[in-house]
């Protein structure tokens, strides 16, 4: 009678380790094909009850597992599947056998702990191959074992020499537009630049002083380049003249009469009235916009 229950219990027993070895399923990205130096990627998944916990110490730690195998990575992930947690392990080797036929090698087994419980997931094998035959096939001849010279590739030469030349003659263009803004040869002997000049100026003592000391010294030098310009001593009446000679700066009208007027009173009315109604920044704007004229032609 006693030999009953102790049966009973044998394959209760014997029932649930054989469930616990099912909760346990291996995934490999592929079981052969795998050469020196490839990663090899599994999954692990095991099903457990919701209350049992994955013991981290229990993972198997990255590092070598042989003479030619390393973990690399190991990953973690846990998914609620109905009343239960699936736990995936995501485990990356490195293969370092330098096979020289086709053949398994053995990744090897490791304890999980969930809760109170050991998991032991099994070895499994994956196929390696060589990265080259030994001995090639037999031939007959020898001339055989040599393989056919590759063709030659001609290239095709008429796109390049297009774009070739297409972009030969636009650094020419680019060279005489920089030469000729520089004056170098053959453009030395280009009208000279007046109001270049004289915005440079300018702007030069703008910076060194206050405005008070240099706006009557900005009002001669400017006088001087019109006049310069002009071929002769350029007054308010003769600007109409002096615009219809040079209409590049035509359209400067209005700010050629508030110049001279401004020079009138700066020179010729109450000492510092020209301050307030004609500032340096105005002076050296009317400037700048005679130059940008004269660059252009």
Same mark, same amino acid.
């Given at each position: 009678?006693? /030999?009953?229950?102790?049966?009973?219990?044998?394959?209760?027993?014997?029932?649930?380790?054989?469930?616990?070895?099912?909760?346990?399923?291996?995934?490999?990205?592929?079981?052969?094909?795998?050469?020196?130096?490839?990663?090899?990627?599994?999954?692990?998944?095991?099903?457990?009850?919701?209350?049992?916990?994955?013991?981290?110490?229990?993972?198997?730690?990255?590092?070598?597992?042989?003479?030619?195998?390393?973990?690399?990575?190991?990953?973690?992930?846990?998914?609620?599947?109905?009343?239960?947690?699936?736990?995936? /392990?995501?485990?990356?080797?490195?293969?370092?056998?330098?096979?020289?036929?086709?053949?398994?090698?053995?990744?090897?087994?490791?304890?999980?702990?969930?809760?109170?419980?050991?998991?032991?997931?099994?070895?499994?094998?994956?196929?390696?191959?060589?990265?080259?035959?030994?001995?090639?096939?037999?031939?007959?001849?020898?001339?055989?074992?040599?393989?056919?010279?590759?063709?030659?590739?001609?290239?095709?030469?008429?796109?390049?020499?297009?774009?070739?030349?297409?972009?030969?003659?636009?650094?020419?263009?680019?060279?005489?537009?920089?030469?000729?803004?520089?004056?170098?040869?053959?453009?030395?002997?280009?009208?000279?630049?007046?109001?270049?000049?004289?915005?440079?100026?300018?702007?030069?003592?703008?910076?060194?002083?206050?405005?008070?000391?240099?706006?009557?010294?900005?009002?001669?030098?400017?006088?001087?380049? /019109?006049?310069?310009?002009?071929?002769?001593?350029?007054?308010?009446?003769?600007?109409?003249?002096?615009?219809?000679?040079?209409?590049?700066?035509?359209?400067?009208?209005?700010?050629?009469?508030?110049?001279?007027?401004?020079?009138?009173?700066?020179?010729?009315?109450?000492?510092?009235?020209?301050?307030?109604?004609?500032?340096?920044?105005?002076?050296?704007?009317?400037?700048?916009?005679?130059?940008?004229?004269?660059?252009?032609?």
């Amino acid at each position: 009678m006693r /030999i009953a229950p102790l049966f009973i219990v044998a394959l209760f027993w014997a029932t649930c380790a054989q469930a616990a070895d099912q909760r346990v399923k291996i995934h490999s990205a592929r079981p052969f094909g795998y050469f020196v130096g490839d990663l090899i990627h599994a999954r692990i998944e095991i099903m457990s009850s919701a209350d049992a916990k994955l013991s981290a110490s229990s993972l198997p730690r990255p590092g070598p597992l042989g003479v030619s195998l390393d973990l690399k990575d190991v990953g973690v992930h846990a998914t609620t599947v109905g009343a239960d947690t699936r736990w995936d /392990i995501d485990l990356v080797y490195q293969n370092f056998y330098v096979a020289l036929d086709v053949r398994n090698i053995d990744i090897p087994a490791f304890d999980l702990r969930l809760g109170e419980e050991t998991i032991s997931v099994p070895a499994w094998r994956v196929g390696v191959a060589p990265l080259r035959e030994i001995a090639p096939e037999k031939q007959e001849r020898s001339e055989d074992y040599l393989r056919p010279d590759a063709p030659a590739v001609y290239a095709e030469e008429t796109e390049p020499k297009r774009l070739a030349l297409a972009f030969a003659a636009l650094s020419l263009l680019s060279l005489t537009a920089v030469a000729r803004n520089r004056a170098w040869p053959p453009f030395q002997k280009r009208p000279a630049r007046i109001f270049s000049a004289v915005a440079r100026k300018l702007a030069a003592q703008t910076r060194a002083a206050s405005e008070a000391t240099v706006l009557p010294l900005a009002f001669q030098s400017l006088h001087r380049a /019109i006049d310069l310009a002009n071929g002769a001593s350029l007054l308010a009446e003769d600007v109409p003249g002096f615009l219809a000679r040079r209409p590049e700066f035509a359209s400067l009208k209005p700010a050629f009469d508030r110049f001279f007027l401004a020079s009138r009173r700066a020179f010729f009315s109450r000492e510092g009235d020209h301050v307030a109604d004609y500032t340096l920044g105005e002076l050296l704007d009317f400037a700048q916009a005679l130059a940008r004229r004269e660059r252009a032609q």
